[in-house]
Each structure stands twice: as C-alpha cells, then as structure tokens.
C-alpha cells in the first residue's frame, strides 16, 4: 500500500504559469519534506515541516512556497516556474527522532 | 553544518562479486546515517540506517553496511552483486537533534552480467 503519494507523476506547466504539486500520507508522520531532484544529482532539501512549524532552507528561492492544511497533506507551490525549475520533485515523510524518511514515487516536472 | 561525500560518481563490478559504495560524512554530533537507493523516475527506497549499537547495519536486499566513528565513514557493502543492484545510490545523514536528511551526490553502481 502507498504510504506516500504524489500527484501528479508527471505535470507539465508554462513557463510563468502558477503550478502546484501535492503530497498526501498515511503514515501520521509529523515532519513532511520537499526535495528538489535534478539530472540524478542529490536530491536538494527545499523546505520542512514539522507539525505546523515550518522550515525553509537558506536558499530556496521565494518562488518556491509550501503550505501543510493538515497533518496527512502537504503541498509544493511554485509561483513563477522558470526552465530552471524543471526537476523531479520528490515528497517524504519521517516521525521525529532518528526515523528514516519515507518518499513519494516523485513528481517530475517540465516547464515549457 | 552537516555534509555527506560519496567519492565515487560510478562502480562497476561483476555480478557475483562483492561491491563496496564509499560514503563519508561530517556532522556535530552523533549522526544518524543512512543509505538509499533510487531506480530510474521513481522515489528513494531506504536500505538501511545507523542510529546507534552495532557498527555493522543490515539492510534490504542483502545490503549491509559498516559504521566506522574514526574514519567518519559509513560504506555500503554487499557480499555477491546482482545485476538488477544496478541503480544509483545516496548516502544521507541528520543530526541526532535535528530533522534535516542531507543527501551525498549519489554513486550510479553497473553490475555487469
């Protein structure tokens, strides 16, 4: 059973055109992550939930923004998607303390 | 600040032999460590972890792996490789106090038949 789900598996937005990505779980994970994953490089932490707190890393650009309506949804806002952002854009979940994280299958995107 | 280095972009190895994936990390701390694996357009699977106790961890599929607090390495090892291990593979840390996963560049293993 999928624990972790992402919709779409693929999405293919305009350059500029708002798009949004989600992520849904069932494991009741209190911290929700989203990471930036381009051409097989590391996988790049964008931001971090933990409950309602949320946590952005340094330099993730303001275009990208997130919001968290509950603890089972989880979503990837960009605003102004440039060619730079095409990506796959994975979701992951883990409970506090030295849980491993749980991903999404991913959500590649391309921007045209 | 935490970080993670996979010093190898690719191994190659033959099926049947043993494989070794080199990962060293540098954290405050005691760190936990794991290790993914990531076949094409799909997520991360997990493999194993370190948290603490043994220095040598056990994993999905065969895998294990050795901690080694001098050396700051954590390797990822498998005694007899299968072709179908080919795939590229991430050693992560976090920090024992915190929550954020940082990601090493990844290492693409070929298992040759």
């Known amino acids: 059973d999928a624990m972790v789900i992402q919709n779409p598996r693929y999405q293919v937005t305009q350059f500029g055109k708002p798009v949004t990505l989600s992520c849904s779980q069932t494991l009741n994970h209190n911290v929700m992550y989203w990471y930036q994953q381009k051409s097989s490089q590391a996988p790049k932490l964008l931001f971090h939930y933990y409950d309602k707190d949320f946590n952005n890393e340094a330099d993730t650009p303001d275009n990208f923004q997130s919001r968290r309506p509950n603890t089972s949804f989880c979503f990837l806002d960009i605003r102004s998607p440039g060619l730079g952002d095409a990506a796959m854009y994975l979701c992951?979940?883990?409970?506090?303390?030295?849980?491993?994280?749980?991903f999404g299958q991913g959500t590649r995107l391309t921007v045209v | 600040a935490q970080s993670v280095a996979q010093p190898e972009d690719q191994v190659n190895v033959a099926e049947g032999n043993p494989l070794t994936v080199k990962c060293t990390y540098s954290?405050?701390?005691?760190?936990?460590l794991f290790w993914y694996v990531q076949y094409p357009n799909r997520g991360l699977q997990f493999l194993l972890k370190y948290i603490t106790g043994d220095n040598l961890v056990k994993g999905s599929y065969g895998f294990e792996a050795e901690f080694n607090k001098s050396q700051t390495s954590f390797h990822l090892k498998k005694p007899s490789a299968l072709v179908s291990d080919s795939a590229l593979y991430f050693c992560?840390?976090?920090?024992?106090?915190?929550?954020?996963?940082?990601f090493g560049a990844g290492t693409r293993l070929f298992v040759k038949a």
């Open positions: 954290v405050s701390g005691n760190p936990y």
């Open positions: 992560a840390v976090r920090d024992a106090g915190g929550f954020k996963t940082i």
């Open positions: 992951a979940t883990s409970r506090e303390g030295g849980g491993r994280a749980f």
